[in-house]
Nanobody, 127 residues
Framework: VQLQASGGGLVQAGGSLRLSCAAS????????KGWFRQAPGKEREFVAA????????YYADSVKGRFTISRDNAKNTVYLQMHSLRPEDTAVYYC?????????????????????WGQGTQVTVSS
């Protein structure tokens, strides 16, 4: 099973980027998918999550109104559209997927809730 994240890059403040995360090896149609990020010297933090059918989305306060998470189950892919980027959004962005193995006691905002992780894609926002 592999999650392949792409779409990162260097962008000026106020710009936009769209991240993609394509899964292979199994499907995740019935599971939550999420995005996390980790800035240098900081812990990995929750960014956004989406329910199995896309009907519910959840965002960290820091990105609410600027980022949009979506998914296409036919393509086994989750996306993160990022607008109005700020220098503090600079980080490695990781996609993640529940897989039915982690304890249901974990919230979708918590790292242990996810069973599969992508390799990360760098987003750098210049001021």
């Amino acid at each position: 099973v592999q999650l392949q994240a792409s779409g990162g890059g260097l962008v000026q403040a106020g710009g936009s980027l769209r991240l993609s995360c394509a899964a292979s090896g199994r499907t995740f149609d019935n599971y939550v998918k999420g995005w996390f990020r980790q800035a240098p010297g900081k812990e990995r933090e929750f960014v956004a999550a989406i329910s199995w059918n896309g009907g519910s989305t959840y965002y960290a306060d820091s990105v609410k109104g600027r980022f949009t998470i979506s998914r296409d189950n036919a393509k086994n892919t989750v996306y993160l559209q990022m607008h109005s980027l700020r220098p503090e959004d600079t980080a490695v962005y990781y996609c993640a997927a529940e897989g039915g193995f982690s304890s249901a006691s974990y919230s979708y905002t918590e790292i242990p809730a996810y069973d599969y992780w992508g390799q990360g894609t760098q987003v750098t926002v210049s001021s």
